[in-house]
Protein backbone atom coordinates (compact mmCIF):
# COMPACT_ATOMS: atom_id res chain seq x y z
CA UNK A 1 0.00 0.00 0.00
CA UNK A 2 1.40 3.72 -1.21
CA UNK A 3 2.74 6.01 1.44
CA UNK A 4 4.04 8.99 2.04
CA UNK A 5 7.04 9.53 4.29
CA UNK A 6 7.70 13.51 6.13
CA UNK A 7 11.13 13.03 8.15
CA UNK A 8 10.82 14.14 11.69
CA UNK A 9 12.65 16.97 13.37
CA UNK A 10 16.15 15.85 14.84
CA UNK A 11 15.26 16.14 18.85
CA UNK A 12 12.73 14.04 17.98
CA UNK A 13 13.90 11.14 16.18
CA UNK A 14 15.97 10.06 19.39
CA UNK A 15 12.65 8.72 20.79
CA UNK A 16 10.78 7.72 18.04
CA UNK A 17 11.38 4.35 16.58
CA UNK A 18 11.59 5.38 13.27
CA UNK A 19 12.80 9.14 11.42
CA UNK A 20 9.72 9.61 9.80
CA UNK A 21 5.86 9.99 9.54
CA UNK A 22 4.16 7.11 7.52
CA UNK A 23 1.11 8.29 6.52
CA UNK A 24 -0.53 4.70 5.26
CA UNK A 25 -4.08 3.97 5.90
CA UNK A 26 -2.97 1.81 9.12
CA UNK A 27 -1.37 4.98 10.70
CA UNK A 28 -3.38 7.40 9.73
CA UNK A 29 -7.27 5.87 11.00
CA UNK A 30 -6.88 5.82 14.52
CA UNK A 31 -6.42 9.32 14.10
CA UNK A 32 -9.07 10.13 11.93
CA UNK A 33 -11.60 7.86 14.19
CA UNK A 34 -10.49 10.32 16.75
CA UNK A 35 -11.45 13.34 15.17
CA UNK A 36 -14.93 11.87 14.24
CA UNK A 37 -15.40 10.68 17.76
CA UNK A 38 -14.43 14.40 19.14
CA UNK A 39 -16.82 16.17 16.60
CA UNK A 40 -19.61 14.18 16.80
CA UNK A 41 -19.63 13.72 20.74
CA UNK A 42 -17.86 17.40 21.52
CA UNK A 43 -19.48 19.53 18.53
CA UNK A 44 -22.14 18.22 16.75
CA UNK A 45 -24.35 16.38 20.13
CA UNK A 46 -22.77 18.46 22.67
CA UNK A 47 -24.36 15.50 24.94
CA UNK A 48 -23.12 17.62 27.97
CA UNK A 49 -23.89 14.07 29.93
CA UNK A 50 -23.90 13.58 33.67
CA UNK A 51 -21.47 11.02 35.72
CA UNK A 52 -21.24 8.36 35.18
CA UNK A 53 -21.65 8.55 31.22
CA UNK A 54 -19.55 11.50 31.12
CA UNK A 55 -16.75 9.13 32.18
CA UNK A 56 -17.23 6.95 30.16
CA UNK A 57 -16.39 9.92 27.29
CA UNK A 58 -13.43 10.30 29.02
CA UNK A 59 -12.36 6.78 28.98
CA UNK A 60 -13.15 6.53 25.26
CA UNK A 61 -11.89 9.72 23.98
CA UNK A 62 -8.46 9.26 25.65
CA UNK A 63 -8.43 5.18 24.79
CA UNK A 64 -8.87 6.94 21.09
CA UNK A 65 -6.12 9.48 21.77
CA UNK A 66 -3.82 7.16 23.38
CA UNK A 67 -3.90 4.62 19.65
CA UNK A 68 -3.93 7.58 17.60
CA UNK A 69 -0.96 8.84 19.02
CA UNK A 70 1.02 5.85 19.12
CA UNK A 71 -0.30 5.00 15.63
CA UNK A 72 0.33 7.91 13.35
CA UNK A 73 3.62 8.97 15.42
CA UNK A 74 5.49 5.23 15.21
CA UNK A 75 6.54 6.12 18.90
CA UNK A 76 6.63 3.53 21.87
CA UNK A 77 3.93 2.58 24.24
CA UNK A 78 5.33 4.12 26.67
CA UNK A 79 5.58 7.84 25.09
CA UNK A 80 2.07 7.57 23.63
CA UNK A 81 0.44 6.42 26.93
CA UNK A 82 2.41 9.54 28.41
CA UNK A 83 1.77 11.61 26.01
CA UNK A 84 -1.79 11.36 26.33
CA UNK A 85 -1.88 11.17 30.68
CA UNK A 86 -0.13 14.53 30.47
CA UNK A 87 -2.88 16.18 28.01
CA UNK A 88 -5.56 14.44 30.08
CA UNK A 89 -3.80 16.33 33.60
CA UNK A 90 -3.45 19.34 31.43
CA UNK A 91 -6.80 19.55 30.47
CA UNK A 92 -7.94 19.05 34.23
CA UNK A 93 -5.78 21.93 34.71
CA UNK A 94 -7.01 24.23 31.92
CA UNK A 95 -10.75 23.69 33.01
CA UNK A 96 -9.76 24.34 36.69
CA UNK A 97 -8.85 27.78 35.94
CA UNK A 98 -11.53 28.12 33.29
CA UNK A 99 -15.01 29.83 33.93
CA UNK A 100 -17.95 27.66 33.46
CA UNK A 101 -16.08 24.65 33.63
CA UNK A 102 -14.76 22.52 36.60
CA UNK A 103 -11.71 20.10 36.89
CA UNK A 104 -12.42 16.95 38.09
CA UNK A 105 -10.24 13.99 39.66
CA UNK A 106 -12.60 11.38 38.45
CA UNK A 107 -12.35 12.69 35.17
CA UNK A 108 -8.42 12.32 35.47
CA UNK A 109 -9.39 8.38 36.54
CA UNK A 110 -11.67 8.04 33.64
CA UNK A 111 -8.94 9.21 31.09
CA UNK A 112 -6.20 6.92 32.71
CA UNK A 113 -8.46 4.17 32.40
CA UNK A 114 -8.67 5.12 29.26
CA UNK A 115 -4.98 4.98 28.31
CA UNK A 116 -4.37 1.80 30.55
CA UNK A 117 -6.92 -0.24 28.43
CA UNK A 118 -4.70 1.10 25.06
CA UNK A 119 -1.87 -0.40 26.86
CA UNK A 120 -2.60 -3.15 28.00
CA UNK A 121 -4.49 -4.38 24.75
CA UNK A 122 -1.56 -3.39 22.50
CA UNK A 123 0.89 -5.76 24.88
CA UNK A 124 -1.64 -8.42 24.76
CA UNK A 125 -1.89 -7.76 21.03
CA UNK A 126 1.65 -7.78 20.84
CA UNK A 127 2.16 -11.03 23.29
CA UNK A 128 -0.22 -13.14 21.27
CA UNK A 129 1.36 -12.15 18.24
CA UNK A 130 5.19 -12.80 19.42
CA UNK A 131 3.47 -16.68 21.11
CA UNK A 132 1.79 -17.72 17.77
CA UNK A 133 5.11 -16.83 15.44
CA UNK A 134 7.46 -18.42 18.34
CA UNK A 135 4.72 -21.67 17.80
CA UNK A 136 4.93 -21.19 13.94
CA UNK A 137 8.57 -20.58 13.59
CA UNK A 138 9.79 -22.91 16.91
CA UNK A 139 10.84 -26.23 14.34
CA UNK A 140 13.21 -23.96 12.16
CA UNK A 141 15.63 -22.68 14.84
CA UNK A 142 15.14 -19.12 13.72
CA UNK A 143 14.87 -16.26 15.88
CA UNK A 144 12.41 -14.35 15.57
CA UNK A 145 11.62 -10.66 15.92
CA UNK A 146 8.49 -8.90 15.93
CA UNK A 147 8.80 -5.51 13.96
CA UNK A 148 6.42 -2.42 15.95
CA UNK A 149 5.16 -0.80 12.44
CA UNK A 150 4.62 -3.89 9.85
CA UNK A 151 3.82 -6.78 12.34
CA UNK A 152 5.68 -9.01 10.09
CA UNK A 153 8.40 -11.47 11.46
CA UNK A 154 12.33 -10.29 10.43
CA UNK A 155 15.07 -13.26 10.79
CA UNK A 156 17.26 -12.41 13.65
CA UNK A 157 20.64 -12.36 12.13
CA UNK A 158 22.23 -15.52 13.58
CA UNK A 159 25.76 -15.56 14.51
CA UNK A 160 26.03 -19.34 13.05
CA UNK A 161 27.41 -19.68 10.02
CA UNK A 162 25.26 -21.74 7.35
CA UNK A 163 27.91 -23.62 5.71
CA UNK A 164 28.89 -26.90 7.62
Known sequence: MPSISIL???WIRRYAERDYIDLSLARVLPLFVLIAYGVTVGLV???GLDHPWDKVQHLVF?????LAIHAFFCCRLRLSAGAAMLMG??????QAITPHHHASL???VANSVGVALVVAIVVLVRSETRAALADTHGDTGLEVELTDTARRPV????SRSSSS
Do not use: C, H, K, Y
Open 8 to 10: LPR
Open 45 to 47: FNT
Open 62 to 66: FALLT
Open 89 to 94: IAGEGV
Open 106 to 108: LDV
Open 155 to 158: QASS
